[in-house]
């Protein structure tokens, strides 16, 4: 009998195999796909040469990760490419306010009126961030608080709405900058905690970058898996999991999956149907002539280029997505450009681009010409570079990945409680009601991200189990 066994191959459940593969148990991990990956995945999408990350493409939290910084897999082939800025955000006027590694540099961006309400948002967290960050990724408490003081003031700051914390910011550049950031979870900017995603990313970035991993997403997961198995592990690829029934005899259980995905197999009923699903992305992958033409000369050096005219904007964008059930007519763009620091990704003189707009859930409609339009806005002339696109819209998205019910990349709602406590109102999210199964997706905190720290604290969970007397 295995100790464990893991139902899934994306970054989480490959963590939870690692750590658990790490001391000393039996684990076997089960992949529907051909592949492992998940939401880390590489593939030629639009022409021969052009490799695009179907899904996760930048990795602010990835590089900050207690849980891969543990682990040795820069031995496994895993490199961390850093553009010469983290992030990029243009506006209208042909600036651009930048998330530079250098606090001075980024508030500089912002303006006379807002650099020094920035300095003093950020600075004080900044020296301690590594015990700030393993303090706010282990909520619920899976481990007891570093610093109890440290996290307790971060919370005073990050739990209101971020609409709130703008109001430290009297000009565009910053308020776009900083909405741009909360948006990247998908949530309206007046949510709870949402000031808080907006630090976090904002203090990953001046702490070890916003990077991309050479050759692609698909390194972060082959370096896991190659890892996994030189402990010992195993991996089944074209394995579909529908039952328990269909797996071999366990301890215990782990669920890379949706909630929804996990009751099923597990047959535990209506469990998880309080569970919230969220706006949808649309996502569009170019095969590009050459670079795209911004007109911010900052856009042209950075990794991510976030694309919103304002704030005001960007807001709008979410709420029509997210409450009012329509595509945005000028939707918030999360933007990647790979080829800035790795030319690998297309042939030579070529580039691959990366851009995602957000939609309803389960929205049938195609977004590419808002999407277009809205690019051509900073950067015209970028319709003329494209050679070919590959579209994926909310259907196209959960047929790649089963775990983005609906077209919701974050596998759940990260609004309300839900972006604190998921996928349960419980201090033990990552337990259900049958003792031998738990679950390790990004439905599980600290939520979505290829950061592995979902995976990292159920194995915590699991490991507590299997040391039980039997």
């Known amino acids: 009998m295995l100790d464990a066994v893991v139902v899934g191959a994306g970054p989480n459940g490959l963590t939870a195999a690692v750590e658990l593969a790490r001391r000393g148990f039996s684990v076997a991990v089960f992949e529907a796909r051909g592949s492992v990956g998940g939401g880390a995945r590489t593939e030629e999408l639009t022409l021969p040469g052009f490799r695009h990350d179907p899904c996760s493409a930048a990795h602010p939290l990835g590089i900050n990760s207690p849980a891969f910084r543990a682990m040795p897999l820069e031995r496994y082939g895993l490199e961390w490419l850093q553009p010469e800025l983290p992030m990029a955000h ?138 996994l198995t030189d402990l010992g592990g195993i991996i089944h690829t074209d394995y579909e999991v529908k039952r328990l029934d269909d797996l071999p005899p366990a301890r215990a259980y782990v669920f890379d999956t949706s909630p929804a995905a996990l009751a099923r197999i597990a047959g535990l009923g209506r469990y998880y149907d309080d569970f919230r699903y969220g706006a949808a992305a649309f996502k569009i992958d170019y095969a590009l002539d050459g670079p795209v033409p911004w007109t911010a000369p900052e856009a042209r050096a950075a990794g991510t280029v976030q694309v919103g005219a304002s704030s005001r904007e960007i807001g709008a964008a979410l709420r029509a997505a997210s409450r009012e059930g329509r595509a945005p007519d000028a939707p918030f763009l999360i933007t990647v450009q790979p080829g800035v620091v790795d030319p690998s990704r297309a042939p030579a003189g070529k580039e691959v681009f990366w851009a995602y707009g957000h939609v309803p859930n389960g929205w049938h409609g195609d977004l590419t010409d808002a999407v277009e339009r809205q690019l051509e806005r900073f950067a ?77 604290n159920a194995a915590k969970a699991v490991w507590k189990r299997l040391r039980e007397p039997a």
Not at 194 to 202: H, I, K, L, R, W
Not at 412 to 417: E, I, T
Not at 434 to 449: E, M
Request: one cysteine or more.
């Open 380 to 456: 015209p002339g970028f319709r003329d570079r494209v050679l070919a696109r590959a579209t994926a819209g909310p259907p196209q998205l959960a047929a790649r990945n089963a775990n983005y019910v609906g077209g919701d990349i974050a596998c759940g709602a990260a609004s309300g409680l839900q972006l604190l406590l998921r996928p349960r109102l419980t201090a033990y999210p990552y337990r259900t009601r049958h003792p031998a199964v738990f679950i390790c997706s990004s439905a599980t905190p600290p939520g979505p991200g290829v950061h592995g720290m979902s995976g990292h």
């Open 90 to 227: 243009p506006l209208l006027d042909g600036r651009a306010a930048v998330l530079a590694r250098s606090v001075a540099e980024t508030a500089a961006s912002f303006g006379p009126r807002d650099a020094g309400a920035y300095r003093r948002l950020v600075e004080p967290f900044l020296p301690h961030w590594d015990t700030l960050l393993r303090d706010f990724m282990s909520l619920p408490l899976t481990a007891l608080p570093r610093d109890p003081a440290l996290l307790a003031r971060f919370g005073l700051v990050g739990l209101p709405p971020s609409t709130w914390l703008m109001r430290r910011f009297r000009d565009e550049p910053a308020r776009a900058l900083f909405s741009g950031l909360v948006a990247h979870v998908i949530a309206p900017l007046g949510g709870l905690a949402t000031g808080g995603v907006g630090m976090v990313f904002a203090l990953a970035a001046h702490a070890r970058g916003w990077p991309l991993a050479r050759g692609g997403s698909q390194s972060i997961s082959d370096a896991l898996a190659t890892y």
